[in-house]
Nanobody, 120 residues
Framework: QVQLVESGGGLVQPGGSLRLSCAAS????????MGWYRQAPGKPRDLVAAIASGGSTNYADSVKGRFTISRDNAKNTVYLQMNSLKPEDTGVYYC??????????????WGQGTQVTVSS
């Protein structure tokens, strides 16, 4: 069984910073893409940033230059460094990973979500 566990959310003032972490555990053979999605109240879940196993990255236009995604393949962990936070960055942040288990089964997995609130 594979699990993704997120941490690092919280309340921060506009202009502040937060770092999210997401660790994958279980019967993991390999992880391809990993990413972070954001869901604001009443809105769909949208991609914030993604990173491939080789390190190439992709960002939503709204976070370019402010957010940085990275990963530690040895720890099966993905990070999201969020700087210059704005109120519109508020939402639940979900970790996602494309994982192949030792049984050969491959699927998209999601974390439970972590709340980020940007407010003065």
């Amino acid at each position: 069984q594979v699990q993704l566990v997120e941490s690092g959310g919280g309340l921060v003032q506009p202009g502040g910073s937060l770092r999210l972490s997401c660790a994958a555990s279980g019967s993991i053979f390999s992880i391809r893409d990993m990413g972070w999605y954001r869901q604001a109240p009443g809105k769909p879940r949208d991609l914030v940033a993604a990173i491939a196993s080789g390190g190439s990255t992709n960002y939503a236009d709204s976070v370019k230059g402010r957010f940085t995604i990275s990963r530690d393949n040895a720890k099966n962990t993905v990070y999201l460094q969020m700087n210059s936070l704005k109120p519109e960055d508020t939402g639940v942040y979900y970790c996602n990973a494309d994982i192949r288990s030792w049984s050969g089964y491959r699927a998209d997995y999601w974390g439970q979500g972590t709340q980020v609130t940007v407010s003065s």
